[in-house]
């Protein structure tokens, strides 16, 4: 059998950020896109020097971005570069909604292993040249939104999803429909793909779509483009709900947790529930900003799909829109578990406040109990001290006898309330 490969591959990656026009403007200034500068310019490549020795060493990798088409508070495509003299310049296009595109062209022959390697290393690179651009709000909830502390010490976290444009296969294929029915090929694009969930073929491209990744043989028009980028923002959206839903699943189950130990917990393991607690409460408030962006960018990116395939009878034919709908249920089913874990959390600082009030009230029982029981002993050793007459000692008991009464009557309510 012909070994598969791809020919002459183009491969774009996309990712979902949490952008909005405001964002968008500020990124665009921050790379000076109106300077229209005539060469790349330099982003994030601080370093650290030791004068002695005369040594000078990189901290990060950094990036040079060309800005190539802007509009302030729209969008931005610009050519992203390893190092200054890099003719392989990699494609950005990223827009207000947070759709964001990386794309780099291979002429040449490329195998199905290389190219599945080359995603990984440019998702890795990407997140590590172009997350520091962004702005404190959007890293944080990145954070959030993945579940780390450092995305930075984190690149792999980062969802995405990516397409193969490759003009062939370096095998003949008339229709996808052969294609995967021939013994010898089947399953011969998961490594790239992962199990592929839908095939088809449509005006000369095969498309195979995957868990992961989908592949596109053949020359492409402006309409197949605009379908590829909306399967692609649509498959991006749902890698990050999935990981957002991990996510909440995850605190949904540390809050029960924290519930059962609450009954038996001490004060300083009180005050750490509390503090958590209060962790856990800015988080959700990030997931619910999250959530309502997804919820913006969905609804922008169904209009922008329902565009597209009006008219276009074989477009409608595909179904390959019906992610749209269950991504934007989706994200309203999150909206009401945000809101019932913020309930239960509220019901759980409660249940914090009873008992940090019943420790503090059984320490201040078992304080009254001891200052009883050391009352009665300072009033009888002095009696036994200065050597009362009987009179006097007879005086002391009738005075102490109340002492007694009071401090069997505490014990008794303590053994009652508090044991």
């Known amino acids: 059998m012909t070994e598969v490969r791809f020919i002459n591959p183009s491969i774009t990656i996309c990712e979902w950020l949490p952008f909005g026009p405001n964002n968008m403007m500020s990124l665009n200034r921050h790379l000076g896109s109106h300077k229209k500068y005539k060469s790349p310019t330099e982003f994030g490549m601080e370093g650290e020097a030791d004068i002695n020795n005369g040594m000078f060493k990189m901290e990060g990798s950094g990036c040079f971005l060309d800005p190539v088409e802007y509009s302030f508070s729209d969008f931005l495509k610009a050519e992203l570069r390893n190092t200054f003299k890099d003719k392989n310049a990699k494609g950005l296009e990223i827009d207000k909604d947070g759709s964001c595109f990386i794309g780099l062209k291979i ?186 962006m997804m919820m913006n960018s969905l609804g922008n990116g169904k209009e922008r799909w329902d565009r597209l395939i009006e008219g276009h009878e074989a477009f409608q034919l595909l179904e390959t829109g019906e992610g749209f709908k269950e991504e934007i249920e989706k994200a309203e089913d999150r909206e009401l578990v945000i809101k019932q874990m913020y309930i239960d959390m509220e019901s759980l600082r409660d249940l914090l406040q009873q008992r940090t009030n019943l420790i503090m009230t059984k320490s201040g029982q078992e304080l009254n109990l001891t200052l009883l029981v050391l009352t009665l002993i300072s009033v009888l050793g002095i009696a036994d001290v200065f050597g009362f007459t009987l009179q006097k000692t007879i005086l002391v008991v009738v005075v102490v006898v109340p002492f007694m009464y009071f401090a069997i009557k505490s014990f008794l309510h303590y053994q009652k309330h508090f044991k």
Not at 122 to 129: D, G, L, P, V, Y
Not at 137 to 152: F, H, K, R, W
Not at 281 to 288: A, E, G, T
Request: hydrophobic content about 40%; proline content about 3%; charged content about 25%.
């Open 107 to 292: 002429n040449n022959e490329l195998s199905l292993e290389r190219t599945k390697e080359l995603i990984g290393k440019t998702e890795i690179e990407f997140t590590r040249q172009f997350i520091p651009l962004l702005a404190d709000n959007q890293i944080s909830l990145i954070e959030t939104a993945y579940g780390v502390d450092d995305i930075m010490k984190s690149p792999y976290a980062l969802s995405s999803y990516s397409l193969v444009v490759a003009e062939g296969l370096g095998v003949p294929i008339n229709n996808t429909k052969d294609f995967l029915a021939q013994e010898e090929y089947e399953n011969v694009l998961m490594p790239v793909t992962d199990w592929i969930t839908n095939h088809f073929s449509i005006d000369g491209c095969h498309i195979f779509i995957g868990m992961k990744a989908m592949v596109c043989i053949g020359e492409y028009s402006g309409k197949i483009k605009d379908l590829l980028k909306g399967i692609l923002f649509q498959r991006t959206i749902l890698n990050v709900s999935m990981r957002m839903h991990s996510k909440l699943w995850a605190i949904s189950k540390r809050l029960s947790q924290i519930s059962k130990e609450i009954p038996a917990a001490a004060y300083k393991e009180l005050k750490e529930f509390n503090i958590e607690l209060g962790e856990i409460s800015n988080d959700f408030s990030r997931q619910h900003i999250l959530s309502d």
